[in-house]
């Protein structure tokens, strides 16, 4: 073979005459031709496998040539051939590759043959990859649903075939084929042919899809090959970055194979090469719309999941994307980190680089934790979450970032705040502390093992030696000294002298021969130098030598010199002190007690360790603490998921016994009652996940678990709880669950007494019972003689509590609660549960049990909903309690009429029988007031109820005995006879509703009836306080009036002014609080006749006990928000309690304002009369506070048009406010507008209204920062015109009205367009103008009276003078101007006419 085949650039080149030996294609064969072309190539392949390609490679360059033009059947017969080659060159070379004897011609033969095909085969893979990404598009599902068939055939044939392409490619690429090319190198073209096929695929938009799987592998294998053995690194490095910069999917398919490269291939220098190339990304290219920063921050994301080991030395060049301005890459970073921090930098087997790393990570997380975009703050709060769940943050930093997820609870940002609470939620389940300890169970302990901390530490420091100097400090002082007593030894002596020295030789051997051993020895001679005996020491050193020769210490001095003596004393010193290191200089050494040392030192660290963890648990406790109250407040958050991450939260709490969290689980039950489903549904799991999902070994005990948790969550819990657990105990009891008998077996045992349990207990026992009953009636129906002898026989008076919520529990049977359609069901008058009840009743209105009354209400109730003829039970009962009451006052001697006598005698006696009495006859006169309410109560629903049941069941029935004949006739007159039924129902409904009225105004108070005999009674004790003082009695008597006063309007009429007589003058704030209550309801029943009234119930709101003004604000919101009451300018005194000192208060004001904000213009209306009636000289209201309250009603106003007319009618109230205060204030009103262009040019409209009053700082300064916040934003045309208004304000202020209003300026004004002139004292309208000013008159001088004042004529009179403030919204709009008779008590007169009118004027 003479010629070498090249891989083109372009297809095109091959056709093309080459250099010399290069290959070109002869024969571009004709599309039609192809099909025989392809059958001989197939011939050839059969016949002479793979190598056929060098003869027929001409014909697979035709298709390609032509693809465009030929069938889809001859490419893919094409592209079967050329898998089959390539495949068959994979099979036959490996024998070819081991051959050592292969010749040059051969190689070549093979080299051709596998360029060839594989160039081919690539790129015809690529042109069939193009076709069908074109018709995926072209044949994309329709509104049928339905693909092309062609189409959608052609495009599952490639899908199958582009698997085996791979293959066969993979199979090729494996064996090392290198050696085919000159010196192993394999030419760029060729690589760059396969990966540009590898790299076409990856484009296709479902490559990432779980069904590209197979595809997606292949590829990354095939790649994976070409840089590990063909030096595709860098190549493959650029492609990674230039596709994610392009097609966003491909982010994870490329995490997966630079993973893949850099383990199962071994490549990890991919890995930095990619992030480098990311790493070198500007912070301006990023910012950069397309420019892939979200495809870059995925694929840091999930490589670092899947490979975060090699991360770690590329991750300083990541690290500085943290400052740049892309927050996705910011959290991309902080994601890499936290994997890191979770996989790799964990455990206790940190070296210490590794824990530096860790450390340097966890700061750098913290740091973003406060970024300044909402995203990163929550993505890095969701790191730490994954953090602390896989128990990788070190104890040191669980306080500081638990700090700092407390604080992002206040974050602006929902997603902040969710991932805050999900990461306190991860605290708390992982946290190595006790969390069922509050923290003020730790104080205690925490101060006493401090001071038992600092006992310790007294102690040992101590026995401690107060002045220490160490051994070698000793040394150096003794050694001069000693240097002279050695010199002296050595020298040579006299005779004598030696005599001397040698009695002293036999005293020093008597004392060696008791030491034992050189040791010892030598510890003698340190203990001669510690004294001072240097001369002693000196020579029993020299005589030690001697003795133990053979010792260590004293083998130096087998040569005899000052310098060997030295070194040797020096050794024994220093040496003999080296344990203890530390020494007295007065005392001799003591044997030291190591071991008691070593004991002591280790208790101190115990101490200090224990101290250590109960100051970190109270830490992590208060931590806790503060954030269950802020996450509590969340319950009612607007924002349906955070409402849903609160409540997981306090599931989670509860769930690890963490002090205090039962709060936020009954503080999230009302949320039952939520209309967002998912909230409701959320609470409702919530509850089933805590009580209804009990632990146990058998059923009992589980059934005794879920009545424990139940009954302590019913302890000590309000009505309101106890009526919203009721939902989810009759949702589990309607559930069918398998513990439900048990359940209610468990809570008769405790009602009745069977198993010991507290009266709490027991109480909770039979609300429960009562909540089952709701499901399923024969619970308590059944057990009715067990309730009345347990709760209701003759241990009642014992505890009147039991028996109250035993009544409530049996009215959960009855009709009224079950909202039952049927028949009425009722018990007998005979039945022994009215026994029970009426003897209960009657001998607890002649005690002094403070829950008396409570069950009484209850009791009389029960007895409407449940007995039959009500009324004459009732009535029985109240001659009996009387009676009862009459027969005590006899049985004590208090005979006289009037219990506010006093008859001379025993003074101590009769005061204690008086008080006794008020406290009975409070009682007798509340049962006669709760009597006489549901005896209403009764007549308009139950008995109006049973009356259209029964006129129900006679049409019915008049209906069926009706022929088919009469069904005819019926349809055929059908429209009228459903007019005409229609106006039959109703008259029937009016005549059964007047029979109930009739019977309230006339029957019920009649002489014969027992319930007006106590009314005359009622009236006097509320009509005599002096007299009857005590505050029970006069409670009694005030509620029991009105619910007298619901029965008819003329008993309402009669006593209505008494009713708020006792509103107004009553000492007793719960009597004022009370008829509030009560007055509210009757304004509901008969709002005529409280309408005149309305002021009074205002005047409340101003009450000097907070109650009061509570009880007040609360009742006329309902009122307002209910449209019962017509709201005035009185809410000027709902306004003034955004200002209250009370906070419960304040906020019910500003929720008053918040609702009656959603209807329409509503505060817009009100707003002048309420800056009229606060600006009042005589209210007196400091400016802060009239700052606060308007700055508050001024948020409501949103519309451009209501703005533009509130600045009209304030302008126009500068005329007829009399006080500087009033001018400063309605300035003040004016500035707190959110002021618009149109607002701003009626400002400049109604100049005349205040310019004479801008000498003044107080109306000055706010209409100056108006121009401050007009200017921001506006366009330089509008500038203009506010640096022009500025300077006039400015000039009217220094200089004065009639100063500046010269004619120079007229003549100014006149250039800029035609305004209005002004004069000296009276300005007039200039004629000519071209637009009248709004409610222009002739404003007086200073000096001038209010008689100057020209107010223009009402144009319809009317009988009573009323405000009404509209919206404005038609062009010719009216204006509101105040009479010169207003005062803050009269409703001010406003004349209204059109702007035609006053100019004719």
């Known amino acids: 073979m003479s010629w070498d085949f090249f891989v083109p650039v372009c297809i095109g080149d091959l056709v093309k005459t080459g250099g010399i030996n290069q290959y070109v294609v002869q024969d571009v064969v004709p599309p039609k031709q192809l099909p025989s072309h392809l059958s001989r190539f197939k011939a050839a392949l059969r016949s002479q496998g793979p190598l056929c390609i060098l003869e027929h490679f001409d014909t697979g360059y035709s298709v390609l040539q032509h693809c465009s033009l030929v069938e889809l059947g001859v490419k893919e017969d094409a592209l079967e051939l050329l898998i089959q080659v390539v495949s068959g060159l994979a099979a036959s070379l490996p024998a070819l590759l081991v051959s050592t004897s292969i010749s ?62 791979l293959h066969a490619l993979v199979q090729l690429l494996q064996l090392d084929i290198r050696s085919l090319w000159s010196l192993s190198l394999v030419e760029e073209e060729f690589i760059s042919c396969v990966t540009c096929c590898c790299y076409k695929l990856l484009e296709n938009p479902t490559i990432s899809h779980v069904k590209s799987k197979p595809t997606r592998d292949c590829i990354i294998h095939l790649l994976g090959v070409l840089i590990k053995k063909y030096n595709h690194l860098l190549g493959a490095s650029v492609k990674v970055i230039q596709l994610l910069q392009h097609f966003e999917q491909l982010s994870s398919v490329f995490a997966q194979a630079v993973s893949v490269w850099s383990t199962e291939y071994g490549v990890r220098a991919i890995i930095g090469e990619v992030i480098r190339e990311i790493g070198q990304k500007s912070s301006e290219e990023l910012a950069r719309e397309g420019s892939g920063v979200k495809a870059f921050a995925s694929f840091l994301s999930e490589l670092s999941a899947l490979v975060p080991e090699l991360m770690i030395p590329n991750i300083s060049v990541l690290i500085t994307h943290l400052e740049g301005e892309s927050h996705t890459m910011r959290v991309a970073v902080c994601e890499v980190l936290g994997e890191i921090l979770v996989r790799v930098l964990c455990g206790d087997g940190l070296d210490e680089s590794g824990k530096a790393d860790r450390d340097r990570f966890f700061d750098t997380l913290q740091e973003h934790l406060h970024d300044t975009h909402s995203h990163v703050r929550a993505r890095v709060l969701q790191v730490y979450t994954r953090i602390v769940n896989s128990k990788a943050l070190p104890l040191c930093r669980y306080s500081e970032v638990m700090e700092l997820a407390v604080g992002r609870l206040m974050d602006k940002s929902i997603n902040a705040v969710k991932s805050a609470i999900q990461l306190l939620a991860a605290f708390i389940a992982h946290n190595p502390y006790s969390c069922k300890l509050s923290s003020a169970d730790l104080k205690k302990p925490l101060e006493k093992e401090t001071a038992k901390l600092r006992e310790m530490k007294k102690k040992l420091e101590g026995k401690a030696p107060v002045a220490v100097i160490k051994a070698s400090e000793l040394w150096a002082a003794m050694e001069p000294e000693l240097l002279v007593t050695v010199r002296t030894e050595l020298e040579p002596t006299s005779e004598t002298e030696r005599e001397q020295q040698e009695d ?28 001072n005996k240097y001369r002693n020491a000196v020579r029993l050193c ?42 007295s200089p007065n005392l001799p050494p003591t044997p030291q007690k190591e071991g008691e040392k070593e004991g002591e030192e280790g208790e101190l660290k115990k101490q200090e360790m224990l101290v250590q963890y109960l100051t970190d648990t ?56 939520s209309t967002d489903a998912a909230i409701k549904d959320a609470v409702v799991q919530a509850y089933r996940r805590l009580y209804l999902n009990p632990q146990g070994e058998t059923v009992r005990m589980k059934a005794q678990t879920l009545v424990d948790s139940l009954s302590e969550l019913m302890v000590d819990a309000s009505l309101g709880t106890i009526q919203c657990l009721e939902e989810i105990v009759q949702e589990f009891f309607s559930s069918g669950s398998n513990l439900q008998s048990t359940v209610v077996q468990v809570l008769w045992e405790r009602f009745t ?38 709760a209701l026989g003759e241990k009642v008076t014992e505890d009147f509590l039991l028996a109250r919520d035993t009544v409530i529990t049996i009215c959960s049977i009855t009709d009224h609660v079950r909202q039952s359609k049927g028949a009425p069901f009722r018990l007998p008058q005979e039945h022994q549960l009215f026994t029970c009840l009426t003897q209960a009743i009657a001998e607890g209105v002649v005690m002094e049990d403070p829950y008396w009354q409570s069950f009484m209400e209850q009791a009389v109730r029960l007895i409407y909903f449940l007995a039959e003829s009500p009324d004459q039970l009732c009535s029985r009962l109240l001659q009996r309690s009387a009676r009862l009451l009459l027969d005590q006052i006899a049985e004590g001697g208090e005979v006289n009429k009037d219990p506010g006598q006093m008859q001379d005698g025993s003074q101590e006696s009769n005061e204690q029988g008086e008080q006794v009495n008020c406290v009975c006859l409070a009682q007798l006169l509340a049962l006669c007031g709760c009597v006489a309410f549901w005896q209403v109560s009764h007549l308009e629903r139950s008995v109006s109820a049973e009356l259209r049941r029964r006129r129900g069941e006679t ?10 004949s009469s069904k005819a006739k019926q349809a055929a007159n059908e429209s009228a006879m459903e007019e005409e039924l229609g106006l039959i129902g109703a008259s029937a409904e009016d005549t059964e509703a007047e029979l109930i009225r009739k019977i309230c105004e006339t029957e019920l108070l009649a002489e014969e009836n027992l319930l007006c005999a106590f009314l005359p009674l009622l009236v006097k004790v509320c009509s005599s306080p002096g007299r009857y003082s005590h505050p029970q009695l006069t409670t009694a008597a005030c509620l029991a009036l009105s619910q007298y006063m619901m029965i008819s309007p003329s008993v309402c009429e009669e006593n209505i002014r008494l009713m708020f007589t006792v509103l107004e003058r009553s000492s007793f704030p719960v009597v004022r609080a009370n008829a509030i209550i009560a007055l509210g309801d009757l304004t509901v029943r008969f709002p005529n006749i409280l309408e005149p009234w309305t002021q009074n119930l205002y005047a409340r709101l ?6 009061v003004r509570q009880t007040a604000v609360t009742v006329l919101t309902q009122l307002v928000l209910k449209d019962v009451l017509k709201v005035k300018g009185q809410v000027s005194e709902v306004a003034v309690l955004l200002i209250d000192p009370e906070p419960h208060i304040t906020s019910l004001a500003l929720n008053f304002f918040n609702e009656l904000a959603s209807k329409d213009n509503a505060i817009y209306n009100l707003l002048p009369d309420i800056i009229s009636r606060l600006s009042d000289p005589e209210r007196r209201m400091s400016s802060e506070d009239f700052n606060t309250i308007m700055k508050q009603l001024f948020s409501y106003i949103t519309k451009e048009r209501q703005t533009e007319s509130l600045v009209e009618k304030l302008c126009q109230r500068f005329r007829t406010a009399k ?38 700082p107080g109306v000055y300064q706010p209409l100056l920062s108006i121009t401050a916040k007009l200017r921001r934003g506006a366009k330089l045309q509008f500038k203009a015109q506010v640096d022009e208004f500025e300077k006039r304000l400015t000039a009217v202020h220094t200089r004065g009205l009639e100063n500046v209003e010269s004619p120079e300026m007229e003549e100014e004004n006149q250039k800029e367009g035609p305004t209005e002139r002004t004069v000296t004292h009276t300005p007039l309208p200039t004629r000519g103008r071209t637009r009248a000013k709004k409610g222009q008159t002739k404003p007086s001088g200073s000096s001038h009276g209010d008689d100057s004042f020209v107010t223009p004529q009402k144009s319809r009179k009317s009988k009573k003078p009323v405000i009404t403030f509209s919206s404005d919204e038609e062009e010719d709009e009216e204006d509101a101007v105040m009479a010169e008779s207003e005062t803050p008590k009269v409703t001010t007169p406003i004349a209204r006419t059109s702007r035609r009118a006053r100019l004719r004027n």
């Open 618 to 673: 109270e830490t992590f406790a208060l931590q806790v603490e503060r954030a269950i109250s802020v996450i509590n407040t969340m319950l009612y958050w607007k924002t349906t998921s955070v409402v849903q991450e609160a409540v997981q939260f306090c599931v989670t709490v509860c769930e690890f016994s963490v002090a205090n969290s039962v709060s936020g689980v009954r503080k999230m039950l009302p949320l039952v009652w």
């Open 753 to 790: 007494g069977k198993r010991e349990t507290s009266g709490l207990h027991k109480r909770a026992a039979v609300l429960l019972l009562g909540m089952a009953a709701r499901a399923e009636r024969e619970v308590v129906l059944s057990n009715l003689d067990t309730l009345c002898s347990v």
């Open 542 to 583: 020299i005589r030690a030598h001697s003795c133990f020769p053979e010792s260590e210490m004293f083998a130096s001095l087998s040569t005899l010199t000052p310098e060997t003596l030295m070194e040797t004393l020096a050794l024994i010193f220093k040496g003999s002190d080296e344990d203890t290191t530390e020494l």
């Open 104 to 165: 040059a011609a051969e190689r070549k033969e093979k080299l051709n043959a596998v360029k060839m095909s594989v160039f081919l085969l690539c790129k015809l893979t690529e042109t069939l990859e193009s076709y069908s990404c074109r018709q995926s598009i072209v044949t994309a599902p329709g509104k049928g649903g339905k693909k092309g068939k062609a189409g959608g055939e052609g495009l599952l044939q490639w899908d199958s075939e582009r698997e085996k392409v």
């Open 504 to 531: 002293e030789d036999d005293r020093d051997v008597e004392e060696e021969k008791e030491a034992e051993d050189d040791r010892a020895t030598a510890v003698k001679i340190a203990q001669y130098l510690r004294v």
């Open 955 to 964: 049409e019915e029935r008049e209906e069926k005995e009706k022929g088919p």
């Open 1102 to 1107: 101003s009450d000097e006990v907070p109650s």
């Open 1219 to 1256: 006080t500087e205060r009033q001018w400063c204030d309605l300035a003040t009103s004016l500035s707190l507008l959110s002021m618009c262009e149109r607002g701003f040019k009626r400002l400049q409209e109604c100049w005349e209204c205040y310019s004479d009053k801008l000498t003044e």
